[in-house]
């Protein structure tokens, strides 16, 4: 019964995607992002052709949802045991960042030419 009310929210909740790239550029760009997840929880390397406007976002797996929802592991309920590293890179250009993933977050890079200059922007929603 107590597993229930734990992994009842799954169904109930808004889950928002491990990450987002959005290309705000009026030019094309290729772009690869790594993520890997604590404790070799998680990993994907992926490569994106992203037009002007264009969006990719990868969704957190149910197998993922599950194993943080477990009310016996270390750690807050509905959230990876630890950071996730992600390694994004466009054009010369990239970033690193650091996050702990859990149901209702996600990270979001941008890429961005302001005045000639391209560059990639991160947040993190919540």
């Known amino acids: 019964m107590t597993m229930l009310f734990i992994v ?13 790239i959005k290309n705000c550029d009026e030019q094309p760009h290729n772009v690869t992002i ?17 037009n002007p406007g264009q969006v990719a976002s990868v969704k957190k797996t149910k197998m993922l949802l599950l194993k943080w929802s477990n009310p016996f592991k270390d750690g807050y ?8 590293h992600y390694y994004i890179t466009s054009k010369n250009v990239s970033i690193n960042y650091h996050s702990t993933p859990h149901l209702t977050n996600t990270v ?3 890429l961005i030419n302001e005045s000639g200059k391209f560059n990639i ?3 993190e929603y919540t």
């Open 108 to 110: 979001v890079f941008e």
């Open 34 to 50: 790594k993520v890997t997840g604590y404790n070799e929880e998680y990993f994907e390397e992926t490569f994106y052709e992203l």
């Open 121 to 123: 922007s991160v947040r």
């Open 8 to 20: 009842a929210p799954l169904t109930f909740m808004t889950i928002e995607p491990l990450y987002t």
């Open 77 to 84: 309920l509905h959230y990876a045991s630890g950071d996730y």
